[in-house]
């Protein structure tokens, strides 16, 4: 696949910035984001306020006066921080609670006279589909369903071979059900039983998009945000990232177990439920584990991105849906706008490493996520030297693992930063073997290490003007040469050190041509 030169990116130049405002029924959100070269999205700003506009809601869906009040101070805040900041470009959208209040358009005209902020009100087709391509910058979607559970309504949209060809709008937000149907706190087993039988209700209602079963299904929203962390902090997992976590039932069982006879006070204690959403938890708990029942599938992934991505992108005319290595790619350039390390060296670096790959690959290791995990560590093998240069391949995996590196499932975003923390030919640490277990297997393991390998040795020869030939056979050496009237040689001692490390990974030789 052609990606845009990397020579190409010009991390000096002034990049375009815009902010995006998502009221919703329960939260309010700014971002600023700023965008950067092929597409790409980089976060500078993030602010987050809980006004709750669809609480106190008059029987008619109007807006209460207290909810308007807090809408405006979360807007006066942001007002404040857009000027400190100097974003020219700002996008206002507004949500479920507006969009079905009579008194709606009134509170945005209010918004507009005080901040002079424009707030366009989303249909449920709009929400959905921003929410679409939200989750088609994070991932490569085939035959999938997207679920965007905010406090009014859940979106579904169901795509197939990438693209969107359906989407309903429910009104089973977490914050609707939970003023409607949990009046206790904590909740009474009447309650519960009367709320899942709604949800259950509504849901096989739905069931012409729902069914059959797709291949996968994703969750945007902060209700899904905060159940990933639960899940994540109850069972250690071993990768600190929600973005891409699959909650599945178990973990629900669990996180229900421990919630549902607990108070909204409680409730704030545990890991990874904010105060602010410990009150609405239990009804957005309960709308996913009925989404995982009707559908009979195995697990939600919890995606970081959503609306305000969607949003941000197609102001940018992003292409989307796109392959997960142009979505990598864009990570990448975001990254490398970051934390400033060398793109073009990255590329070098990237290109010899799959040339070798793709020689020394005896179809074991060929599936896509090893390839892919190999082109992000080599992209950014180097990026830990912001930290310390002098140990920065442990520096590059610690950020590989707490980056959002869109495009990548979670096991492919291990062996990218294992394979990374090996390029210049350190052993893997025993204690992996128990430490990534629940995401790699032994066998993966040994798949990282030998990505480690092929990275060092792309390492080694970068600048250098070698090649390489591997003979034949499945543990045929592998012959540099051409290297010695290079301006930078390949010194003996690393061509020794290069061999020690493919004998022990790869049961291969590395020699050279050159007497």
């Not at 079963?213 to 905060?226: D, H, K």
């Not at 009150?279 to 957005?284: L, R, T, Y």
């Not at 629940?438 to 066998?443: A, N, R």
Request: charged share 25%.
């Amino acid at each position: 696949m052609r990606l845009a030169s990397l020579d190409r990116v010009e991390l000096g130049s002034r990049p375009t910035q815009i902010g995006v405002i998502d009221l919703g029924s329960n939260t309010a959100r700014l971002v600023v984001y700023e965008s950067t070269p092929d597409a790409g999205l980089r976060i500078i700003a993030e602010w987050k306020d809980v006004p709750r506009l669809g609480k106190g809601t008059a029987a008619d869906g109007s807006l209460s006066e207290e909810a308007m009040e807090r809408g405006l101070s979360s807007l006066r805040r942001f007002a404040r921080s857009l000027r400190s900041m100097d974003v020219a470009r700002v996008v206002a959208v507004a949500t479920s609670a507006v969009r079905d209040a009579p008194n709606g358009a009134d509170f945005l005209r209010r918004v507009e006279r005080e901040f002079g902020i424009a707030t366009r009100v989303l249909t449920g087709e709009e929400e959905a589909r921003y929410a679409f391509l939200g989750v088609a910058s994070a991932f490569e979607l085939k035959n999938d369903l997207v679920f965007d559970l905010g406090g009014g309504s859940l979106q579904i949209v169901r795509v197939e071979s990438g693209k969107p060809v359906s989407d309903r709008s429910l009104p089973l937000g977490a914050l609707r059900l939970t003023e409607r149907y949990l009046e206790h706190d904590p909740p009474k087993k009447g309650e519960l039983e009367e709320l899942r039988s709604h949800v259950r209700h509504a849901l096989r209602e739905a069931s012409e998009i729902l069914l059959p079963a797709p291949r996968r299904l994703f969750g945007v929203g902060g209700t899904i945000r905060s159940l990933a962390r639960a899940a994540i902090e109850i069972t250690e997992y071993p990768l600190p990232q929600l973005h891409g976590y699959g909650i599945t039932r178990r973990d629900l069982e669990a996180i229900g177990d421990l919630l549902l006879e607990m108070s909204a006070a409680r409730r704030r204690e545990v890991p990874g439920i904010s105060g602010s959403r410990s009150d609405v938890i239990v009804a957005g708990l309960v709308t996913v584990r009925e989404l995982l029942s009707v559908t009979e599938a195995r697990q939600l992934i919890a995606c970081g991105t959503g609306i305000r991505e969607g949003i941000a992108l197609e102001s940018q005319g992003a292409a989307l849906p796109a392959p997960a290595q142009v979505l990598a790619y864009r990570s990448v350039v975001a990254a490398a706008r970051s934390f400033r390390f060398s793109l073009p060296h990255g590329e070098e670096v990237r290109r010899r490493a799959i040339e070798l790959f793709d020689r020394l690959d005896d179809r074991k290791d060929s599936d896509p996520e090893s390839r892919l995990a190999l082109e992000v560590a080599a992209w950014m093998h180097d990026v830990g030297a912001v930290i310390e240069p002098a140990h920065h391949p442990e520096h590059s995996a610690y950020i590989l693992r707490n980056s959002r590196i869109l495009g990548l499932t979670h096991r492919e975003v291990l062996l990218a930063s294992i394979a990374a923390s090996l390029h210049e030919g350190a052993e893997p640490p025993a204690r992996w073997h128990k430490e990534f277990r629940p995401l790699l297997s032994e066998e993966a393991l040994g798949l990282a290490g030998r990505l480690g390998a092929v990275l060092f040795f792309a390492e080694t020869l970068s600048g250098t003007g070698a090649s390489f030939s591997v003979r034949s056979g499945p543990k045929g050496a592998i012959v540099v040469s051409g290297h010695r009237g290079a301006q930078e040689p390949v010194a003996p001692k690393a061509l020794s050190r290069l061999d020690r490390v493919f004998q022990r990974t790869w049961s291969r030789k590395v020699e050279s041509d050159v007497g």
